[in-house]
């Protein structure tokens, strides 16, 4: 398996490939939204903040094997505390899921954390989704705490896990 890589990618020069890849991992979107991807989708990929931050925070990547869109990652910096950050969405392809591209995609996340001086990686996952709970458990993420759905929310009970950056442990390899 070659190596990945994250490229920077905005809406405005990336949003077709993002709403492709969205289509193509429709199952997740699904899950999550309960509808198949959409302009909309998309746009809330590139757009939606955390509470209390606005759209400088946020940072979005392609994941890239080859000249491949493996997948897509938005992370949010500063949130839930300033010394976080917070991966809103991780969206592979199901046809690279299983081959240790988010193994990969995550190391090199964990090592720009590390770079930034940020002390934990933070995410929520669907309580449902049980292949990417024991995906973020092998990977080393540990409760946090538990966000069940509330009246005003999209139904969905999740699971907030966190994982603390270790700077001894996690390599500097940033450049990739």
Partial sequence: MSEITL?????ENDFEDVLDLAERARDY??????????RTYVQQFFEATPPDL????????????DSAIAGVICI?????????????????????????????ALDLIKARAAAA?????????????????????????????????????????RIVLSFRIDTEEVG?????
């Fill in 54 to 65: 606005g759209p400088e925070c946020l940072m979005h990547f392609a994941v890239m094997q």
């Fill in 117 to 157: 001086g940020r002390q934990a990686v933070k995410l929520a996952v669907l309580d449902t989704n049980i292949r990417a709970k024991m995906f973020w458990a092998r990977e080393g993420f540990d409760l946090h705490r538990l966000a069940p759905a509330t009246p005003d929310s999209d139904g969905h009970d």
């Fill in 76 to 104: 949010a910096d500063g949130y839930e505390f300033p010394e976080d950050w917070w991966l809103g969405l991780v969206l592979l392809d199901p046809a690279y899921r299983g081959r240790g591209i988010g193994k990969q």
């Fill in 172 to 176: 500097h390899e940033t450049d990739r």
């Fill in 7 to 11: 490229k920077t990618i905005s809406a």
């Fill in 29 to 38: 979107v699904l899950l999550e939204v309960g509808h198949a991807p959409d």
